[in-house]
C-alpha cells in the first residue's frame, strides 16, 4: 500500500492518544521528523485540536 499511496501518512496511537508509530510521510503535515512524533499527542504536537479528532 505504501508504494501505491506514498505521501498518505500512517500512524498509531495509544490510549492516551500518544503516537505509538509515525510514517516518514508523517513530517509533512506535523513538521516533525518520526521520531519526534512518537510518544506526542497532537496537542503537544500543536496541531488544531478542533480539527484533529481520533
Do not use: C
Given at each position: 500500500m505504501r508504494r501505491k499511496i506514498p505521501h498518505a ?46
Amino acid at each position: 500500500m505504501r508504494r501505491k499511496i506514498p505521501h498518505a501518512v500512517i500512524a498509531r496511537f495509544d490510549r492516551q492518544n500518544r503516537h505509538l508509530y509515525a510514517n516518514p510521510a508523517a513530517r509533512l503535515p506535523y513538521g516533525w521528523l518520526p521520531e519526534e512524533i512518537i510518544g506526542k499527542t497532537h496537542s503537544e504536537l500543536g496541531m488544531d485540536t478542533a480539527k484533529v479528532r481520533l
